[in-house]
């Protein structure tokens, strides 16, 4: 059975920082793609950051330079590093895995329909 189970969310003052954790078992892809979505309480749900088995990272817009997404592969965990949190950061984030060719890694995006999901971890930035 595959999971994900993301970790590290919690209440921040607005300019501090979070580190998302998200550990998964179940399965092993040689080729994937992996990525953190959010959604806040009536928006719509928001890829944040991706990345592929071969390393290659993407933003969205409003968390470039505050953001970075990373992996332990020995320890099959995701990760996301936030800082310089925002109130308008506050949200539910989940992480998302996604098997895909060993071509297609390099062009990872939070566009794609991603197989496996999280349950999701709370993230509130307070002003």
């Known amino acids: 059975e595959v999971q994900l189970v993301e970790s590290g969310g919690g209440l921040v003052q607005s300019g501090g920082s979070l580190r998302l954790s998200c550990t998964t078992s179940?399965?092993?892809?040689?080729?994937?793609?992996m990525a953190w979505f959010r959604q806040a309480p009536e928006k719509e749900r928001e890829g944040v950051a991706v990345?592929?088995?071969?390393?290659?990272?993407n933003y969205a817009d409003s968390v470039k330079g505050r953001f970075t997404i990373s992996r332990d592969n020995g320890k099959n965990t995701l990760y996301l590093e936030m800082n310089g949190l925002k109130p308008e950061d506050t949200a539910m984030y989940y992480c998302a895995t996604k098997r895909v060719a060993a071509w297609f890694a390099p062009h990872c995006s939070t566009r794609l329909d991603y197989d496996y999901w999280g349950q999701g971890t709370q993230v509130t930035v307070s002003s």
């Open positions: 990345i592929g088995s071969y390393g290659r990272t």
């Open positions: 179940g399965y092993t892809y040689d080729s994937f793609c």
